[in-house]
């Protein structure tokens, strides 16, 4: 058994605060004397899990796995060139000028493989930046830090700097943010001065497409082309949410927020479960009744609408803080009209 | 013995009131927004910068209604009490942007205006009625008036043992010195005679003047009236002065039978119906904090304001609305904190000064929540007269000081434009009550701003510190 002790422990908030006295400064020395604030340089907390999860589409591989899909992609490409070679070679030996027009369209071929490639790199770029602004944003609703909402709007003026139809709420938050002195403030600024126009507009893709979808389901005649069209719909959703929200992904880009998108639903799929009782009541039973088709039609336009919120929830830049955050039954009305009068 | 601040006759008027205004209220409702501080808190520039924000409907960009564009509009209304002169608005804002922009003069009198509100509701029912008209109404009055709140709670022995009190203080017997001799040589057993009553007044009342010059002091000065009289100069309510316990059995026409009789007078025909008319039936409440000032002063003003500010925040009736007891019963719901004057100070310590202004109203905090009403705290600038900068390493306001302002020996004649590092405020607020540890800080007061922006239609746009988050918070659902 070990004695009882006790020891001095070290407390740093002890220790007396050194504060600062009053000084006045002539106005030559100011540097900055505008609303300039000086840069951040606090040391970025450490993440938590939340903060990682909310991260879905710049997901990094271990990297093992990364060392092997790099290896085969080594290898493929050697046998690609090999191929290529062995080609070329072959052609040179038959008539040397279907050789020379082999290796121009070679030549061409790399070079647009690599414009291709960049393409795909920005795309991703953005998709990193639209993720890093939400995390970002994130931070700035927590804390109320005024440095991480100016960095919040900066990035916002910035991914948005070449849209044409946000020209004017760009200027309004670039006059309106001098005015701001909290970060949530500033997140809430960008959320009702960017966001909401454009969440209109996702709305209103989700509702279009979601009305073909339960239009062409209800007509189809097999069950074999409305799958095909719910997947071909669901990717053009989803692509054109994220092009909306300025994220322009290329090929992988797409990919990824497919990934995403399926991701959502399945970790939110239990929990909508309001939403789910409208789905029932609508789709089984109350247009069931009517038609199966009808009903399977309208199961498959609010599969459809939660792929677009699912897609609006991953690529939206701001979390969902002002305005409020979309759900499956605020579509269930237009579904419905929709279905009265199969214009569109 | 505790007495409560209204009488039950008073209380059925209030509840009567309550009842017509619910009445009339149902096509228009009002909100009552009551503007609460102690003089030099800045009530008036509150007021106008809130109503001219409003009227303009520039630089909100907190204030959801107006964001999310459902605030059609605001105009100026006729104001409820034809008694009550109306707040003088355009004078207030031609002071602060006209061509020598000022401050506007200290509230003498009370004034009330009305502003009315025209928005679209985002509830279904009430949106689809198109655009739903509402009143806000606004009282401004002299911060000393305030203070006489307190003195509801307390009959004439209680008070004149806290005022004696105060005024033999060591800090206070200069000032004192004149009424307390005074007072000594007075006779208060013998027959009460007009004279003496009114020189006994006087003293206590030319005391009084001498304590507000000193910053420190702000629980010694009730009775407000006897500082700004308004129209009751020289009448009966307002002679009287404080009394040491008397010795035996009092007489009915005795000196100091007379100065208890006045007093409660007071409180009936002065307090009373102030608290009854203008603060009894209020739905939001902001307090205004003039922390900054308080620091200046140092850890004695601090600690004096906290006292103050707790005695009065007690007289309101803050506490949740229910379903039905709302047609009588009227309470506050939601109070704001605001610690104003927070453009003397770089925004990097804001959250301080919120910190200390917290320290402040703990206790009214803590009632209030208990009452059930709902309460923030926000560091505030109505009227922003500094801008923001770096020098040396130091976080620094740039403004012109006001003439007469002084630091480090050097005097301001109120046209140089300086940059001022005014301190670090401390983490631990308990340290600015801390007489042992004083802080260095001083705060220079500031010269509203010049060069004002403006919008295209010719107003101004008065720049401002969360002005529009306080707004949001005080009557941002009222207009959902």
């Given at each position: 058994m070990s004695a009882p002790f006790a020891k001095p422990v070290t407390d740093k908030t002890a220790e007396p605060e050194v504060l600062r006295s009053p000084r006045v400064f002539t106005p030559?020395?100011?540097?900055?004397?505008?609303e300039t604030v000086s840069a951040l340089t606090e040391a970025a907390p450490p993440e938590t899990a939340e903060q990682v999860l909310a991260r879905p589409l710049s997901g990094k591989r271990h990297w093992l796995m990364r060392l092997a899909l790099g290896a085969i992609g080594i290898l493929i490409s050697l046998s690609l060139g090999l191929w290529v070679d062995h080609l070329i070679r072959d052609l040179m030996v038959t008539a040397p000028w279907l050789g020379w027009i082999a290796l121009a369209v070679a030549a061409a071929l790399l070079i647009v493989l690599g414009l291709i490639g960049m393409r795909e790199a920005r795309s991703l770029g953005r998709l990193r930046t639209l993720d890093a602004l939400r995390v970002r944003a994130e931070k700035a609703l927590a804390t109320d830090r005024p440095q991480e909402g100016r960095a919040v709007t900066e990035m916002l003026l910035k991914v948005y700097a070449h849209r044409p139809d946000l020209a004017r709420a760009r200027e309004q938050i670039a006059t309106d943010r001098a005015q701001l002195f909290d970060g949530s403030e500033h997140v809430r600024l960008g959320e009702r001065l960017l966001m909401a126009p454009l969440d209109a507009r996702a709305r209103a893709l989700t509702a279009a497409s979601a009305r073909r979808v339960a239009l062409v389901t209800t007509v189809s005649p097999r069950a074999l082309v409305d799958i095909g069209f719910v997947i071909y719909e669901s990717v053009r959703l989803g692509s054109d949410i994220a092009r909306l929200y300025?994220?322009?992904?290329?090929f992988t880009g797409t990919l990824r927020i497919l990934g995403a998108i399926v991701q959502h639903l399945a970790v939110t799929g239990g929990l909508v479960l309001t939403d789910g009782v409208m789905e029932q009541l609508v789709g089984q039973g109350l247009a069931a009744k009517l038609s199966a088709r009808l009903g399977e039609g309208v199961v498959n336009g609010l599969m459809t609408v939660r792929v677009g919120i699912a897609a609006m929830r991953v690529v939206r830049p701001l979390p969902y803080s002002t305005v409020k955050s979309p759900m499956v039954k605020d579509f269930v009305t237009e579904l419905v009209k929709v279905l009265d009068s199969p214009r569109s | 013995m505790a007495q409560p601040p209204v009488s039950l006759r008073d209380e059925f008027g209030i509840a009567l009131s309550n009842l017509a205004d619910a009445a009339t209220g149902i096509g228009t409702p009002t909100i009552r927004l009551g503007v609460t501080g102690l003089s030099r808190a800045g009530k008036t520039i509150f007021i106008t910068a809130l109503v001219h924000a409003l009227l303009t409907?520039?630089?909100?960009?907190?204030?959801a209604p107006l964001a999310e564009g459902r605030l059609i509009g605001a105009r100026l209304a006729e104001p409820p009490d034809p008694s009550i002169p109306r707040f003088q608005f355009e004078q207030h804002l031609e002071a602060l942007t006209g061509p020598e922009p000022h401050w506007p003069e200290s509230t003498r009198r009370i004034s009330q205006l009305r502003v009315d509100l025209k928005f679209q509701s985002k509830k279904r029912l009430r949106g689809a009625l198109g655009p739903t008209l509402l009143h806000l109404d606004l009282v401004d009055y002299p911060?000393?008036?305030?203070?006489?709140?307190?003195?509801?709670?307390?009959?004439f022995a209680e008070w004149s043992e806290s005022a004696l009190k105060l005024a033999r203080l060591p800090s206070r017997l200069h000032i004192a010195e004149r009424f307390l001799t005074a007072l000594a040589q007075a006779n208060t057993g013998a027959e009460a005679t007009e004279p003496a009553a009114e020189a006994l007044a006087a003293r206590f009342t030319q005391y009084l003047r001498q304590a507000r010059e000193d910053e420190a002091a702000l629980s010694a000065l009730p009775p407000g009236r006897f500082l700004l009289p308004g129209d009751l100069e020289g009448s009966p309510a307002l002679t009287f002065a404080p009394l040491p316990p008397p010795a035996g059995p009092v007489k009915r026409d005795s000196l100091h039978a007379m100065l208890e009789r006045r007093y409660e007078a007071y409180k009936e025909v002065v307090i009373r119906p102030f608290f009854r008319d203008h603060f009894a039936r209020l739905d939001r409440q902001v307090v205004l904090v003039d922390t900054i000032r308080a620091l200046n002063a140092g850890p004695a003003a601090v600690r004096d304001l906290e006292g103050a500010l707790g005695d009065i925040l007690a007289c309101f009736r803050q506490g949740e609305n229910s379903a039905l007891g709302w047609l009588f019963n009227r309470r506050i719901d939601k109070v704001l904190f605001a610690a104003t004057k927070a453009d003397h100070i770089h925004s990097s310590s804001h959250d301080r000064l919120e910190g200390v202004m917290n320290r402040l109203v703990a206790g009214a905090t803590k009632r209030a929540r208990f009452a059930g009403a709902e309460t923030k705290s926000v560091a505030l600038?109505?009227?922003?007269?500094t801008r923001e900068g770096m020098a040396d390493g130091h976080e620094v306001i740039v403004g012109t000081p006001m003439p007469g302002e002084q630091l480090a020996g050097v005097r301001y004649d109120g046209k140089t434009e300086v940059a001022l590092f005014p301190g670090d405020l401390p983490s631990a607020p308990d340290r600015v009550m801390d007489e042992t540890r004083p802080i260095a800080l001083n705060f220079l007061k500031f010269q509203p701003p010049g060069r004002l922006e403006r919008l295209a239609d010719g107003s101004v746009v008065l720049p401002h510190i969360r002005l529009d988050r306080a707004l949001d918070y005080l009557i941002g659902d009222k207009l959902r």
């Open positions: 030559g020395d100011t540097t900055g004397a505008g300025g994220a322009r992904p290329g | 409907g520039a630089r909100l960009p907190g204030f911060g000393e008036w305030l203070l006489d709140l307190p003195l509801l709670f307390l009959n600038a109505a009227v922003r007269a």
